[in-house]
């Protein structure tokens, strides 16, 4: 800041110089001390340099920062892209299981059914041989009755 107010003050001095500068007649031009113009020129130069140093780091620093930044954003967009590939990953699972559990009920559904099927295939079967046993055994009561009926009455 000191070497800013230090060109300033210099543009200045240098302002004035040809501003009381003696000026020629009709021509407008004047006629300014050159020793003094270019002492000026020199201070000028001396600061300068150091101002064009601050700069430089200025804007050194300035894409340092840019660079950062957009380092720092690639990497951001890199990890929404890692995260939403690993969210379309786990719909995918999801689906995948979803589907799966479909198929695993469905096909649960069916033995069910085909269960309750032969169950009462095998029940019916079952109560078709317990008649039929016992109409014999029946049958066999019977003839054990008559027998005896017979061997009393005899």
């Excluded at 200045?12 to 500068?21: D, G, H, P």
């Excluded at 430089?56 to 840019?66: G, P, T, Y």
């Excluded at 979803?98 to 309750?116: D, G, H, M, S, T």
């Amino acid at each position: 800041m000191a070497e800013r107010m230090e060109v300033d003050a210099v543009l200045q001095e240098l302002e004035e110089l040809i501003q009381n500068a003696p000026r020629i007649p009709i021509s407008g031009k004047v006629m300014a001390d050159g020793d003094a113009i270019l002492a000026c020129i020199d201070k000028i130069y001396d600061v300068l340099p150091e101002e064009l140093k601050q700069a430089k780091q200025v804007i050194e620093h300035s894409d340092k920062l840019l660079e950062s930044m957009e380092m720092q954003g690639k990497r951001m967009i890199e990890d929404a892209r890692n995260q939403a590939a690993m969210l379309v990953s786990e719909t995918q699972i999801l689906q995948d299981a979803q589907a799966q559990a479909n198929v695993i009920i469905a096909e649960a559904e069916k033995n069910a059914v085909e269960l309750r099927a032969d169950s009462y295939a095998y029940s019916e079967d079952m109560l078709q041989q317990l008649e039929l046993n016992l109409e014999r055994v029946i049958l066999a009561i019977k003839k054990s009755r008559e027998d005896l009926k017979a061997y009393r009455n005899n």
